[in-house]
């Protein structure tokens, strides 16, 4: 009877996951969000290469900015569908009323498609994780890419796709915080206030590390001495970018390779990366930030000075 109850079990069991297989081991969270797809290829391979091909400077950090600048190139970038973030939460709030369809009248029909898509696929638990959850592949078939994570992934699959980088460990996913951000939260041991931050991508060239702010096709080199696989609290590594003049990030968590997304999927796990380094983790294990004079000193190159003179000319200056 036992034998025949167990038969029963291991059946059922069998049955249960062939009809609901998204709730156990094989859910979308298991997929990577910077894997290397077909269409990602494509757009590699039909825009992104002709125009690397093409350019004069071919040495490795020139191509990677170049990478970045096409990515958020207005003509041919991935952002051609863009919705703006505040029309994703306007929109879930008039849903919930049935009256969504108020704000799509502005929206282009592709837009109103990756709207619907995106709000039905990411909005429903958190609103704010549609920040987080689209994969590069979903964001370079949509062109719909509008915040850094966003760019920062699309980045690295493309990369990856074009075989830019030998070593995988040389290319990285980072996730940063606001150190003034953070130092308020940090101070009130304030789980609930929401701090912001910015994502973007170290590369290693030449046995130095560049970290390349994706968003904005620029660059700036991380001190001396500097490793990604050092990171760990309480100590903060700070980062500056030349398009935010007046902000500190602080380094929270980054890749082991160009392979791994931090698991960067949502406003929750990315409030406990900021707090702690662990997406499942809220404790605040940095220490608060303190600027000192020798600690911002990094040289800050913007990428305009190394912008494609193709695309320069094709579509002028942004």
């Avoid at 034998?3 to 609901?20: D, G």
């Avoid at 380094?277 to 004079?293: L, M």
Wanted: one cysteine or more.
């Amino acid at each position: 009877m036992f034998l025949n109850q167990k038969k029963y079990v291991t059946l059922l069991m069998f049955v249960i996951l062939c009809v609901f297989p998204s709730t156990y081991a094989f859910s979308e969270d298991n997929v990577s969000l910077i894997k290397v797809t077909p269409a990602i290829k494509d757009y590699a391979l039909s825009t992104v290469k002709p125009i690397l091909d093409s350019s004069a400077k071919q040495d490795k950090l020139s191509i990677l900015l170049k990478v970045s600048e096409i990515l958020i190139d207005p003509q041919i970038g991935i952002h051609t569908n863009e919705i703006k973030p505040s029309d994703f939460i306007i929109y879930d709030k008039f849903e919930k009323l049935k009256l969504g369809f108020f704000i799509t009248f502005n929206l282009t029909s592709e837009q109103v498609k990756v709207l619907k898509s995106w709000h039905l696929k990411y909005m429903q638990k958190n609103p704010a994780d549609v920040f987080f959850a689209p994969s590069a592949d979903e964001i370079i078939k949509t062109k719909a890419a509008f915040g850094c994570s966003h760019y920062a992934r699309s980045f690295i699959a493309v990369v990856k796709a074009l075989d830019l980088i030998d070593k995988p460990e040389d290319l990285r996913y980072v996730i940063s915080s606001k150190a003034d951000n953070y130092n308020q939260a940090f101070e009130k041991t304030d789980r609930k206030i929401t701090i912001n931050g910015h994502q973007f991508v170290l590369a290693k060239i030449d046995s130095k590390w560049i970290a390349i702010n994706t968003s904005k096709g620029e660059w700036t080199a991380m001190p001396a001495g500097f490793s990604p696989d050092s990171l760990s609290p309480p100590q903060n590594i700070p980062v500056r970018f030349a398009s935010y003049p007046d902000v500190t990030f602080l380094l929270r968590k980054i890749g082991n390779d160009y392979n791994d997304d931090c698991n960067d999927r949502s406003l929750t796990g990315l409030m406990n990366i900021y707090r702690s380094g662990n997406d499942k983790e809220s404790t605040f294990k940095w220490e608060k930030f303190a600027a000192k004079d020798n600690t911002i000193t990094q040289q800050i190159n913007t990428a305009d000075s190394l912008r494609s003179p193709l695309i320069s000319s094709l579509y002028g200056n942004k």
